[in-house]
C-alpha cells in the first residue's frame, strides 16, 4: 500500500515513443454532445427532491426514475459538475453550491465503519437492504475524489473575469 501512488504514477505515464492523437472536429463535436446529453440527466434529476444525489438511472419509456444510488454514481455526479463547469454550461456559483449540497448529504449518510454501503434510497438518504459495502463501488468514489480534488484546485486558481459567466470550449 505505501508504493501504491509511486506505482500509480509510473504506470500512468505513456511509454516513449507513444503520439498522443487528438480527436478529428467531428468526433469532437459528438463527443461534446455526448458530453451534454450526459450533464442534461444530471441537471434533471439531482434536486433536493433526490436530496443532491444522483438517481441511479431514468427509465424513458416508463418515465419513472430509480430513487438509489451509489458510490459510484456519486462520484461521477461530482466529476459531471466540475466537467459541466470547464464546458461552460454552469457558473462558478451553481459549481459549488451543486457540490456543497452532495458533500452535505454525504455526511449525513448512515456508514458501515466509515465506508458508504453500496445503495442509498435518494428520497430518504437511507441505506437500501441488504446492506452490505462494495470494494469496486468504494474504490470508484475514492478515484472521483482524487481526481476531483486537483479539479477543484485549478479551479480556485483560474482567474474568471465573471464569476458567474462561463469558460466556453
Given amino acids: ?8 504514477l509510473l504506470s500512468s505515464r505513456l511509454p516513449r515513443g507513444i503520439v498522443r492523437r487528438t480527436v478529428s472536429g467531428s468526433d469532437a463535436g459528438e463527443f461534446r454532445l455526448i458530453a451534454r446529453r450526459t450533464w442534461r440527466y444530471f441537471e434533471t434529476f439531482v434536486t433536493g ?3 443532491w444525489l444522483p438517481p441511479d ?3 424513458e419509456d416508463l418515465g419513472q426514475v430509480a430513487h438509489r444510488t451509489s458510490p459510484t454514481n456519486v462520484g461521477l455526479y ?4 466540475l466537467s459541466a463547469r470547464e464546458f461552460g454550461w454552469i457558473g462558478i456559483e451553481e459549481t459549488v453550491k451543486r457540490l456543497e449540497d452532495t458533500v452535505a448529504t454525504l455526511d449525513r449518510l448512515e456508514r458501515f ?10 428520497r430518504s438518504g437511507t441505506p437500501l437492504p441488504p446492506h452490505y ?11 472521483h475524489l482524487m481526481t476531483l480534488r486537483p479539479g477543484l484546485l485549478a479551479l480556485a486558481d483560474d482567474p474568471v473575469g465573471d464569476p ?5 470550449m
Avoid at 461530482?78 to 459538475?81: G, R
Avoid at 465503519?113 to 435518494?122: I, S
Fill in 78 to 81: 461530482l466529476l459531471a459538475v
Fill in 1 to 8: 500500500w505505501l508504493a501504491a501512488p509511486a506505482m500509480a
Fill in 133 to 143: 459495502v462494495s470494494s469496486v463501488d468504494s474504490g470508484n468514489l475514492a478515484g
Fill in 164 to 168: 458567474d459567466g462561463a469558460r466556453v
Fill in 49 to 51: 427532491d433526490e436530496n
Fill in 57 to 59: 438511472n431514468f427509465q
Fill in 113 to 122: 465503519q466509515g465506508h458508504f454501503f453500496n445503495w442509498y434510497d435518494t
